[in-house]
Protein backbone atom coordinates (compact mmCIF):
# COMPACT_ATOMS: atom_id res chain seq x y z
CA UNK A 1 0.00 0.00 0.00
CA UNK A 2 3.07 2.39 0.86
CA UNK A 3 4.86 1.71 -2.52
CA UNK A 4 1.15 2.08 -3.98
CA UNK A 5 0.84 5.64 -2.52
CA UNK A 6 4.37 6.44 -3.09
CA UNK A 7 4.31 5.83 -6.78
CA UNK A 8 1.00 8.49 -7.28
CA UNK A 9 2.68 10.72 -5.57
CA UNK A 10 5.30 10.50 -7.92
CA UNK A 11 3.36 12.10 -10.47
CA UNK A 12 0.25 13.48 -8.58
CA UNK A 13 -0.18 16.30 -6.22
CA UNK A 14 -0.53 15.10 -2.71
CA UNK A 15 -4.05 16.36 -2.81
CA UNK A 16 -4.95 13.99 -6.17
CA UNK A 17 -2.99 11.05 -4.50
CA UNK A 18 -5.21 11.23 -0.85
CA UNK A 19 -8.88 11.27 -3.22
CA UNK A 20 -7.63 8.31 -5.14
CA UNK A 21 -6.35 6.66 -2.05
CA UNK A 22 -9.05 8.06 0.43
CA UNK A 23 -6.28 9.32 2.96
CA UNK A 24 -5.35 12.39 4.50
CA UNK A 25 -3.11 14.26 3.06
CA UNK A 26 -0.66 14.70 5.64
CA UNK A 27 -0.56 10.81 5.82
CA UNK A 28 -0.21 10.72 2.17
CA UNK A 29 2.41 12.87 2.24
CA UNK A 30 4.34 10.92 5.28
CA UNK A 31 4.08 7.85 3.69
CA UNK A 32 5.80 9.37 0.60
CA UNK A 33 8.43 10.81 2.62
CA UNK A 34 9.47 7.70 3.96
CA UNK A 35 9.51 6.38 1.02
CA UNK A 36 11.13 9.02 -0.39
CA UNK A 37 14.38 8.77 2.15
CA UNK A 38 14.66 4.97 1.40
CA UNK A 39 15.51 5.65 -1.95
CA UNK A 40 18.12 8.11 -1.08
CA UNK A 41 21.43 6.57 -3.11
CA UNK A 42 24.48 4.94 -1.23
CA UNK A 43 27.12 7.62 -2.06
CA UNK A 44 29.67 4.92 -0.25
CA UNK A 45 29.28 2.47 -3.34
CA UNK A 46 28.71 4.94 -6.07
CA UNK A 47 32.71 5.76 -7.96
CA UNK A 48 32.17 9.46 -8.67
CA UNK A 49 34.76 10.80 -10.64
CA UNK A 50 32.76 13.84 -12.31
CA UNK A 51 30.02 16.03 -11.05
CA UNK A 52 28.22 18.94 -12.50
CA UNK A 53 26.80 21.48 -10.03
CA UNK A 54 24.23 23.66 -11.09
CA UNK A 55 21.25 25.92 -9.39
CA UNK A 56 17.84 26.46 -9.65
CA UNK A 57 15.55 29.29 -8.45
CA UNK A 58 12.53 27.99 -6.56
CA UNK A 59 10.71 31.05 -5.90
CA UNK A 60 10.59 34.62 -6.15
CA UNK A 61 13.26 36.67 -4.61
CA UNK A 62 16.17 34.83 -5.98
CA UNK A 63 15.73 31.92 -3.75
CA UNK A 64 18.05 29.12 -5.45
CA UNK A 65 18.80 25.45 -4.69
CA UNK A 66 22.30 24.25 -5.85
CA UNK A 67 22.51 21.24 -7.05
CA UNK A 68 25.21 18.54 -6.95
CA UNK A 69 25.26 15.39 -9.46
CA UNK A 70 27.21 12.87 -10.22
CA UNK A 71 28.16 13.50 -13.87
CA UNK A 72 28.42 10.00 -15.47
CA UNK A 73 24.54 8.71 -14.12
CA UNK A 74 23.16 11.96 -13.44
CA UNK A 75 21.82 11.16 -9.99
CA UNK A 76 21.78 13.76 -7.49
CA UNK A 77 23.96 13.51 -4.82
CA UNK A 78 23.31 16.75 -2.97
CA UNK A 79 20.98 19.42 -2.93
CA UNK A 80 21.71 22.35 -0.45
CA UNK A 81 19.50 25.62 -0.30
CA UNK A 82 21.44 28.97 -1.23
CA UNK A 83 24.37 29.28 -3.68
CA UNK A 84 27.09 31.22 -1.49
CA UNK A 85 30.09 29.65 -0.95
CA UNK A 86 29.69 28.71 2.92
CA UNK A 87 26.45 26.44 1.53
CA UNK A 88 28.17 24.98 -0.94
CA UNK A 89 31.31 23.86 0.16
CA UNK A 90 29.84 23.04 3.19
CA UNK A 91 28.10 20.51 1.27
CA UNK A 92 31.10 19.05 -0.73
CA UNK A 93 32.67 17.80 2.20
CA UNK A 94 30.15 15.87 3.30
CA UNK A 95 31.16 13.69 0.43
CA UNK A 96 34.65 13.11 2.24
CA UNK A 97 38.21 14.56 1.73
CA UNK A 98 39.04 11.09 -0.42
CA UNK A 99 36.09 11.20 -2.68
CA UNK A 100 36.83 14.82 -3.25
CA UNK A 101 39.94 14.04 -4.01
CA UNK A 102 38.72 11.26 -6.81
CA UNK A 103 36.82 13.63 -8.54
CA UNK A 104 38.56 14.96 -11.80
CA UNK A 105 36.21 17.58 -13.65
CA UNK A 106 33.91 19.67 -12.36
CA UNK A 107 31.29 20.91 -14.61
CA UNK A 108 29.90 24.78 -13.71
CA UNK A 109 29.04 28.33 -14.40
CA UNK A 110 31.12 31.11 -14.11
CA UNK A 111 30.25 31.55 -10.76
CA UNK A 112 32.62 32.41 -8.36
CA UNK A 113 31.57 31.30 -5.03
CA UNK A 114 31.11 27.62 -6.91
CA UNK A 115 34.63 28.11 -8.30
CA UNK A 116 36.41 29.18 -4.82
CA UNK A 117 34.27 25.84 -3.29
CA UNK A 118 35.55 23.26 -5.79
CA UNK A 119 39.02 24.77 -6.08
CA UNK A 120 39.55 24.58 -1.66
CA UNK A 121 37.26 21.20 -1.81
CA UNK A 122 38.53 19.26 -4.79
CA UNK A 123 42.27 19.00 -5.00
CA UNK A 124 42.65 17.31 -8.47
CA UNK A 125 39.12 18.48 -10.31
CA UNK A 126 39.39 20.24 -13.71
CA UNK A 127 36.92 22.98 -13.89
CA UNK A 128 34.96 22.95 -17.36
CA UNK A 129 32.59 25.71 -17.78
CA UNK A 130 29.20 25.19 -19.43
CA UNK A 131 29.46 26.52 -22.79
CA UNK A 132 25.48 27.53 -22.65
CA UNK A 133 26.33 30.05 -20.63
CA UNK A 134 28.86 31.56 -23.06
CA UNK A 135 26.68 31.31 -25.71
CA UNK A 136 23.92 33.04 -23.45
CA UNK A 137 26.02 36.12 -22.83
CA UNK A 138 26.91 36.24 -26.55
CA UNK A 139 23.59 36.43 -27.68
CA UNK A 140 22.55 38.86 -25.17
CA UNK A 141 25.32 41.10 -26.70
CA UNK A 142 24.08 40.21 -29.87
CA UNK A 143 20.23 41.09 -28.84
CA UNK A 144 21.65 44.65 -27.38
CA UNK A 145 22.51 45.82 -30.94
CA UNK A 146 19.38 44.82 -32.26
CA UNK A 147 17.56 46.84 -30.01
CA UNK A 148 19.91 50.39 -29.96
CA UNK A 149 20.23 49.82 -33.61
CA UNK A 150 16.16 49.76 -33.83
CA UNK A 151 15.81 52.71 -31.41
CA UNK A 152 17.91 54.80 -34.26
CA UNK A 153 15.89 53.38 -37.05
CA UNK A 154 13.47 55.25 -39.39
CA UNK A 155 9.89 54.13 -39.66
CA UNK A 156 10.73 52.58 -42.36
CA UNK A 157 13.47 50.20 -41.35
CA UNK A 158 11.69 49.66 -37.74
CA UNK A 159 9.40 48.12 -40.47
CA UNK A 160 12.14 45.95 -41.87
CA UNK A 161 13.49 44.98 -38.27
CA UNK A 162 10.25 44.08 -36.64
CA UNK A 163 9.69 40.64 -35.37
CA UNK A 164 13.39 39.81 -36.79
CA UNK A 165 14.76 39.07 -33.58
CA UNK A 166 14.13 34.74 -33.57
CA UNK A 167 15.96 34.88 -37.30
CA UNK A 168 18.93 36.96 -35.31
CA UNK A 169 19.39 34.87 -32.85
CA UNK A 170 19.27 31.60 -34.37
CA UNK A 171 22.07 29.68 -35.73
CA UNK A 172 22.17 29.89 -39.40
CA UNK A 173 21.95 26.21 -40.26
CA UNK A 174 18.83 25.86 -38.38
CA UNK A 175 17.02 28.43 -40.66
CA UNK A 176 14.28 28.00 -43.29
CA UNK A 177 15.38 28.98 -46.59
CA UNK A 178 12.84 31.76 -46.30
CA UNK A 179 13.30 32.57 -43.07
CA UNK A 180 17.56 32.68 -44.73
CA UNK A 181 16.63 35.17 -47.23
CA UNK A 182 14.78 37.88 -44.49
CA UNK A 183 17.61 37.45 -42.85
CA UNK A 184 20.22 38.62 -45.42
CA UNK A 185 17.52 41.19 -46.23
CA UNK A 186 18.10 42.93 -42.44
CA UNK A 187 21.75 42.60 -41.93
CA UNK A 188 22.24 44.09 -45.43
CA UNK A 189 20.93 47.31 -44.41
CA UNK A 190 22.79 47.80 -41.18
CA UNK A 191 26.77 46.93 -40.86
CA UNK A 192 26.49 47.05 -37.17
CA UNK A 193 24.07 44.58 -36.59
CA UNK A 194 25.74 42.45 -39.86
CA UNK A 195 28.73 42.40 -37.55
CA UNK A 196 27.36 41.35 -34.59
CA UNK A 197 25.84 38.39 -36.33
CA UNK A 198 28.67 37.34 -37.88
CA UNK A 199 30.55 37.68 -34.63
CA UNK A 200 27.72 35.18 -32.93
CA UNK A 201 28.35 32.83 -36.07
CA UNK A 202 32.09 32.77 -35.64
CA UNK A 203 32.19 31.97 -31.76
CA UNK A 204 29.28 29.79 -31.95
CA UNK A 205 31.15 27.55 -34.92
CA UNK A 206 34.05 27.44 -32.35
CA UNK A 207 32.10 25.62 -29.74
CA UNK A 208 30.85 23.38 -32.49
CA UNK A 209 34.31 22.33 -34.28
CA UNK A 210 34.60 18.50 -33.49
CA UNK A 211 37.37 18.06 -35.81
CA UNK A 212 40.31 20.76 -35.09
CA UNK A 213 43.18 20.62 -32.54
CA UNK A 214 42.96 21.86 -29.31
CA UNK A 215 45.66 24.38 -30.01
CA UNK A 216 43.62 25.24 -33.50
CA UNK A 217 40.48 25.89 -31.44
CA UNK A 218 42.52 28.17 -29.13
CA UNK A 219 43.75 29.75 -32.20
CA UNK A 220 40.48 30.94 -33.35
CA UNK A 221 39.24 31.73 -29.94
CA UNK A 222 42.20 34.76 -29.53
CA UNK A 223 41.41 35.77 -33.11
CA UNK A 224 37.82 36.03 -32.91
CA UNK A 225 38.69 38.37 -29.42
CA UNK A 226 40.77 40.61 -32.17
CA UNK A 227 37.66 40.60 -34.43
CA UNK A 228 35.16 41.72 -31.76
CA UNK A 229 37.65 44.63 -30.38
CA UNK A 230 38.40 45.73 -34.47
CA UNK A 231 34.82 46.02 -35.35
CA UNK A 232 34.32 48.15 -32.42
CA UNK A 233 31.34 46.95 -31.26
CA UNK A 234 31.03 47.84 -27.22
CA UNK A 235 28.54 45.94 -26.30
CA UNK A 236 30.55 42.37 -27.25
CA UNK A 237 33.66 43.84 -25.28
CA UNK A 238 32.17 42.39 -21.87
CA UNK A 239 31.95 39.31 -23.29
CA UNK A 240 35.66 38.65 -23.92
CA UNK A 241 36.61 40.21 -20.49
CA UNK A 242 34.61 37.20 -19.41
CA UNK A 243 35.94 34.79 -21.81
CA UNK A 244 39.46 36.03 -21.01
CA UNK A 245 38.96 35.70 -17.27
CA UNK A 246 37.26 32.32 -17.25
CA UNK A 247 39.57 31.11 -20.24
CA UNK A 248 40.85 28.40 -18.79
CA UNK A 249 37.68 26.45 -17.68
CA UNK A 250 36.14 27.76 -21.43
CA UNK A 251 39.25 25.24 -22.92
CA UNK A 252 38.90 22.59 -20.65
CA UNK A 253 34.97 22.23 -22.32
CA UNK A 254 37.29 21.41 -25.44
CA UNK A 255 39.34 19.18 -24.10
CA UNK A 256 36.96 17.06 -21.61
CA UNK A 257 33.73 17.68 -23.43
CA UNK A 258 31.49 18.36 -21.18
CA UNK A 259 28.16 20.20 -20.48
CA UNK A 260 25.44 20.87 -18.38
CA UNK A 261 22.85 20.77 -21.40
CA UNK A 262 21.24 17.73 -19.14
CA UNK A 263 20.73 19.88 -16.20
CA UNK A 264 18.29 22.09 -18.52
CA UNK A 265 16.00 18.30 -18.86
CA UNK A 266 16.52 17.77 -15.46
CA UNK A 267 15.51 21.88 -14.38
CA UNK A 268 12.63 21.03 -16.60
CA UNK A 269 11.45 18.06 -14.35
CA UNK A 270 11.91 20.40 -10.92
CA UNK A 271 9.85 23.06 -12.41
CA UNK A 272 7.10 20.62 -12.74
CA UNK A 273 7.24 19.20 -9.58
CA UNK A 274 6.70 22.88 -8.11
CA UNK A 275 3.91 23.79 -10.18
CA UNK A 276 2.21 20.25 -9.43
CA UNK A 277 2.59 21.34 -5.37
CA UNK A 278 1.58 25.05 -6.44
CA UNK A 279 5.05 25.82 -4.77
CA UNK A 280 7.13 23.86 -1.79
CA UNK A 281 6.63 25.15 1.59
CA UNK A 282 8.52 21.94 3.24
CA UNK A 283 12.17 22.16 1.78
CA UNK A 284 12.82 19.15 2.82
CA UNK A 285 10.63 17.64 1.15
CA UNK A 286 11.20 19.13 -1.70
CA UNK A 287 14.79 18.39 -1.54
CA UNK A 288 13.46 14.81 -1.58
CA UNK A 289 11.15 15.39 -4.44
CA UNK A 290 14.02 16.59 -6.48
CA UNK A 291 16.49 13.41 -5.77
CA UNK A 292 13.64 11.05 -6.59
CA UNK A 293 13.35 12.64 -9.95
CA UNK A 294 17.30 12.04 -10.82
CA UNK A 295 16.31 8.65 -9.71
CA UNK A 296 14.93 5.10 -11.67
CA UNK A 297 11.52 5.42 -12.03
CA UNK A 298 9.68 3.73 -9.04
CA UNK A 299 8.58 -0.36 -10.12
Known sequence: METYV???????????????VRLDWKTVKQIDRVYLRSLLPD????EITRIAMDEIAIMKGHRYVTIIRDYDTGIVIRTVMGRRYDDVALALRTLGTGRLARIQCVSLDMWDPYIKAVKENCPNARLVFDKFHVVKKINEALDCVRRKEFAKASESERLNMKRKRYLILSREENLK??????????????????????LKEQILSIFDDATSSFEQIKGRIYIWFSNVLSNDLEEFYSVVDMMR???YGI???????????IAEGFNTKINVIKRRAYG????????????????????
Open 251 to 261: LNHFKYHMTNA
Open 6 to 20: ASLAEKMSLKDTAKV
Open 177 to 198: PEQQEDLDKLVQKNERLHKAYL
Open 280 to 299: FRDVEYFMLKIIQSSLPRLA
Open 245 to 247: SYL
Open 43 to 46: ISKM
